[in-house]
């Protein structure tokens, strides 16, 4: 932050001619600096300080002693002219551009004014280091706590009062400091895992301050990752057991059996699915969010020579990136602050001989795609703070909602490891694509939650699979899994009725052609009569006839979704 001369300067000075008397001139200087001009020079200088000492007399002042004139242009930065010069101890005139005089520095305003300027900006970095929502702790060189925020007063449950003037080694463990390391060793950390109490994780940037290539403190800024920490741990643990409970009971079941539906595009992707289960090459699974891309790892997984070993399931976009390497190689005893003294082992080194899943591998920051890379092409890594390479015999199956060829183009996913995880590519379709299997969808969800709820379902109302078939399902099977558990809970009854639906699963009749009758609200009781029966079959053969029997281009054909013109083909017994 530069400080100008312009800044710190007194502009209340008169200008004066050497032959003006002192009596006269002491008369100006109980309000102003005095200036003497010759030759529109200044050539002496009089303070209201100097002035108070001198006695009322008819003498010139070009008969008194004024003090020498020091000249520096305003727009000079303040601590670079007077560092290492002796202009503190005088009077120093500013000029502008022009050479026109613009003010004074003396002494006494210098320090008072520097001083100012000193209080102003250190209100402007508490202000600022309160308004972060990090917590901040800065320290001076010997350790001492010299600032801590109302964040850092939160986080660790510490008063402002009680830690700042003393060693922050009185509150924490010294080796699990980053800030004490950093005043010993010098190299700041960016956007580390810390943990400086056993039961708080924080992701930390922290860094020396160094002035005139000293290190005279330290300052560093953490983001509490504890909850986010714990709730991974909880997941991970749960994931754990829930596979081993899955394990058990599926043991002998079709690994496949999980996938429901009979319609072309999913019995497709199962029939690929089991093709390469038992291969060992890298498989990358793409799909919209929510299709289940999951679910096809695990039936690979478990249909593959690896069904026995482990099955760990990794998910790129939940991890915090400070934390995603040590998840994910693992680390050894002492390889950063907080980690645990024997280690622990990765999820790559607890798949070893099994099978790693990793989701939303769009997420993978750049740096580990690298190294995730040397694992698929070595087979070996290390862990964190490790030096001894690790060798494991993995399977990796990938999953990504993203457009990994567009991120390439971007710069954001490696083109090398793109290739090596899409040895064999595999599509899930997303739920509009299959809307035939929606019944049978339905129905196993509902066999689920009933069994979940401990209550019988009641029969479904028509009208509720009609809007099912007609609607476009962005969030796919989980977002139908969803609904199915909120009509599970709410329903009331012998009859699931269609007030019970989200508002945005309306039905698409609006789209529908004349030719073919939608089936809603308004018509479901209403039996069509044979004049339109015979119509509507008619249209439904023609278009088959057009398409050579494609289910999917008929029904775009006739402007209706591929359920609706099964449900009609049903109807009819044209199926």
């Known amino acids: 932050m530069k400080l100008t001369l312009s800044e710190l300067m007194d502009q209340n000075i008169i200008l004066v001619k050497p032959g003006l008397t002192i009596h006269a001139a002491l008369e100006l200087a109980n309000s102003a600096h005095l200036i003497m001009i010759q030759d529109e020079i200044p050539v002496g200088v009089l303070t209201m300080e100097q002035a108070a000492q001198l006695n009322p007399t008819d003498q010139s002042l070009s008969e008194i002693n004024w003090s020498p004139v020091l000249k520096a242009n305003s727009t000079t930065d303040a601590l670079t002219f007077y560092q290492d010069q002796?202009?503190?101890?005088?009077?120093?005139?500013?000029?502008?551009?022009?050479?026109?005089?613009?003010?004074?520095?003396?002494?006494?305003?210098?320090?008072?004014?520097?001083?100012?300027?000193?209080?102003?900006?250190?209100?402007?970095?508490?202000?600022?280091?309160?308004?972060?929502?990090?917590?901040?702790?800065?320290?001076?060189?010997?350790?001492?706590?010299?600032?801590?925020?109302?964040?850092?007063?939160?986080?660790?449950?510490?008063?402002?009062?009680?830690?700042?003037?003393?060693?922050?080694?009185?509150?924490?463990?010294?080796?699990?400091?980053?800030?004490?390391?950093?005043?010993?060793?010098?190299?700041?950390?960016?956007?580390?895992?810390?943990?400086?109490?056993?039961?708080?994780?924080?992701?930390?940037?922290?860094?020396?301050?160094?002035?005139?290539?000293?290190?005279?403190?330290?300052?560093?800024?953490?983001?509490?990752?504890?909850?986010?920490?714990?709730?991974?741990?909880?997941?991970?643990?749960?994931?754990?057991?829930?596979?081993?409970?899955?394990?058990?009971?599926?043991?002998?079941?079709?690994?496949?059996?999980?996938?429901?539906?009979?319609?072309?595009?999913?019995?497709?992707?199962?029939?690929?699915?089991?093709?390469?289960?038992?291969?060992?090459?890298?498989?990358?699974?793409?799909?919209?969010?929510?299709?289940?891309?999951?679910?096809?790892?695990?039936?690979?997984?478990?249909?593959?020579?690896?069904?026995?070993?482990?099955?760990?399931?990794?998910?790129?976009?939940?991890?915090?990136?400070?934390?995603?390497?040590?998840?994910?190689?693992?680390?050894?005893?002492?390889?950063?602050?907080?980690?645990?003294?024997?280690?622990?082992?990765?999820?790559l080194e607890l798949a070893n001989r099994g099978t790693l899943f990793l989701d939303e591998i769009g997420e993978l920051p750049l740096q580990l795609q690298v190294k995730l890379l040397r694992v698929l092409q070595d087979k070996c890594f290390y862990r964190v703070g490790g030096t001894e390479p690790l060798t494991v015999d993995t399977r990796i199956i990938a999953a990504t909602n993203r457009d990994l060829g567009k991120m390439i183009q971007t710069g954001e996913f490696r083109e090398d490891l793109y290739y090596r995880l899409n040895v064999i590519a595999l599509e899930v379709p997303p739920l509009r694509?299959?809307?035939?299997?929606?019944?049978?969808?339905?129905?196993?969800?509902?066999?689920?939650?009933?069994?979940?709820?401990?209550?019988?379902?009641?029969?479904?109302?028509?009208?509720?699979?009609?809007?099912?078939?007609?609607?476009?399902?962005?969030?796919?099977?989980?977002?139908?899994?969803n609904v199915i558990e909120r009509l599970a809970i709410l329903s009331e009854g012998e009859t699931l009725n269609i007030q019970y639906l989200p508002s945005n699963l309306t039905p698409l009749s609006s789209r529908l052609p004349s030719a073919i009758y939608p089936v809603t609200a308004q018509n479901l009781p209403r039996a069509l009569t044979p004049r339109e029966n015979s119509e509507e079959i008619r249209q439904i053969k023609l278009s088959l006839e057009k398409t050579n029997g494609n289910k999917t281009a008929a029904a775009k054909l006739l402007g209706i979704s591929r359920g609706t013109l099964y449900y009609k083909l049903n109807q009819y017994g044209l199926a």
């Open 86 to 347: 002796p202009y503190e101890l005088y009077p120093v005139v500013i000029l502008n551009a022009s050479g026109d005089v613009q003010g004074i520095i003396t002494p006494t305003i210098f320090m008072r004014r520097l001083l100012n300027s000193w209080h102003s900006l250190n209100t402007f970095f508490n202000t600022l280091l309160e308004t972060v929502n990090e917590a901040v702790t800065v320290v001076a060189n010997d350790g001492t706590v010299s600032h801590w925020n109302s964040k850092a007063q939160e986080m660790y449950s510490i008063p402002k009062q009680s830690i700042v003037g003393k060693p922050i080694a009185d509150f924490f463990d010294r080796r699990a400091l980053a800030t004490l390391h950093i005043l010993d060793e010098g190299p700041p950390v960016h956007q580390a895992y810390h943990r400086p109490r056993p039961e708080t994780h924080v992701q930390i940037n922290a860094s020396p301050v160094i002035f005139e290539d000293k290190i005279v403190g330290a300052i560093s800024a953490e983001q509490d990752i504890t909850q986010v920490v714990r709730l991974n741990e909880e997941l991970s643990q749960a994931s754990s057991q829930l596979q081993d409970l899955k394990q058990k009971t599926n043991s002998s079941d079709d690994p496949f059996s999980r996938i429901i539906g009979k319609s072309r595009p999913i019995l497709r992707t199962v029939f690929f699915a089991r093709k390469v289960a038992g291969s060992e090459a890298t498989i990358l699974i793409t799909g919209e969010s929510g299709v289940g891309k999951e679910l096809f790892a695990q039936a690979i997984h478990k249909d593959s020579p690896r069904t026995s070993k482990p099955f760990i399931a990794i998910n790129c976009g939940a991890i915090p990136s400070a934390l995603f390497e040590s998840e994910l190689f693992g680390y050894i005893g002492g390889a950063f602050t907080g980690a645990e003294r024997k280690g622990k082992p990765g999820k």
């Open 433 to 481: 694509e299959r809307s035939e299997d929606i019944p049978a969808l339905v129905q196993a969800f509902f066999q689920e939650f009933a069994q979940k709820y401990q209550k019988t379902i009641p029969s479904l109302d028509p009208e509720i699979m009609l809007n099912f078939l007609n609607y476009d399902w962005p969030g796919n099977i989980r977002e139908l899994r």
